[in-house]
């Protein structure tokens, strides 16, 4: 009888159910590898790291830079290449700004870092009218400070952590008010002509990243300078595309896909596309010169 109980046991008894702990981990998990697949997908696509480069990181204290350091630390373990990485955050001396946070924060990963001060913040309240944006000037200001200080370090790439949403609602912003059609690139050689700029994350969601900043618990640092501007253009873009992808699900994957699939010759920029060459007998031209990206 008991060899029959060992080989009829009976049925097997139900697996216990996941806790909240372990599907929690289990979601972080999934989060993650699909996180660093996407940036080591765009840094090959780009080739925006190559061996020996020097990475200044581009930290704001929000929760897409914080996404971005976390992710290239990670594949620096495993990246097949050498490259270093050293985290640079701009104190613009804005009112009440935590300056402790992000030191303690990079200490405690024991990341090399730098805090470049420079009183940007006196300046754009001096010179934009009260009640005007000032994300234009703010981002020109801390744009050439941090070009000029990865000359001083002597980095080769500066990594912004722009995402795939960032990219889209530029291309929105500069064809509703600025007629043209262009958007953020991945990777880009800057106005100085001697510093590259890369965005790894071109191809993460914000959403992802929202979700993954919630799960690391960083330790986010929010931007007072603008205030509550909430009719900013780049807000008003966001709105809408939100909207759209709530009513049509997958439309800004299908929108980004359209940026990373452009046909010159069927669009009407004559400096872009030959079509002067066009003539019965030899079909399509090639185009006439390549595209030169501008920062924005």
């Given at each position: 009888m008991s060899?029959?109980?060992?080989i009829y046991p009976g049925k097997p008894k139900a697996e216990p159910q996941a806790t909240p702990e372990r599907k929690q981990k289990l979601e972080f998990n999934k989060l993650q590898k699909r996180l660093r697949r996407q940036v080591g997908t765009a840094i090959a696509d780009f080739d925006m790291i190559s061996e020996g480069d020097k990475v200044m990181v581009c930290l704001s204290g929000g929760k897409d830079s914080y996404g971005m350091l976390d992710v290239l630390l990670g594949l620096q373990k495993t990246a097949p290449i050498k490259f270093d990485l050293v985290a640079v955050n701009m104190d613009q001396k804005q009112p009440g700004f935590p300056e402790h946070v992000l030191p303690a924060y990079l200490e405690k990963l024991g990341v090399e870092y730098h805090v470049v001060e420079k009183d940007t913040y006196s300046i754009v309240k001096e010179l934009v009218p009260e009640g005007k944006t000032t994300c234009g000037l703010c981002s020109r200001l801390r744009r050439g400070t941090l070009y000029s200080?990865?000359?001083?370090i002597g980095a080769t790439k500066i990594a912004l952590g722009h995402h795939r949403d960032d990219i889209i609602e530029t291309l929105f912003l500069n064809m509703f008010y600025g007629g043209k059609l262009k958007a953020m690139p991945p990777k880009l050689l800057a106005d100085n002509g001697r510093n590259v700029l890369i965005r790894p994350m071109a191809y993460c969601k914000e959403?992802?990243?929202a979700a993954f900043a919630e799960m690391?618990?960083?330790p986010i640092i929010?931007?007072?300078?603008?205030g509550s501007q909430e009719n900013l253009q780049r807000q008003v873009i966001k709105e809408m595309l939100n909207t759209w992808e709530q009513s049509h699900p997958g439309r800004l994957e299908t929108i980004f896909s359209a940026i990373c699939n452009v046909a010159p010759s069927q669009l009407a920029d004559r400096n872009l596309f030959d079509f002067l060459a066009l003539t019965p007998n030899a079909g399509e031209s090639k185009p006439a010169n390549t595209i030169q990206a501008v920062e924005l």
């Open positions: 060899d029959l109980v060992s200080f990865a000359d001083e959403k992802d990243l690391r618990e960083f929010p931007c007072n300078l603008c």
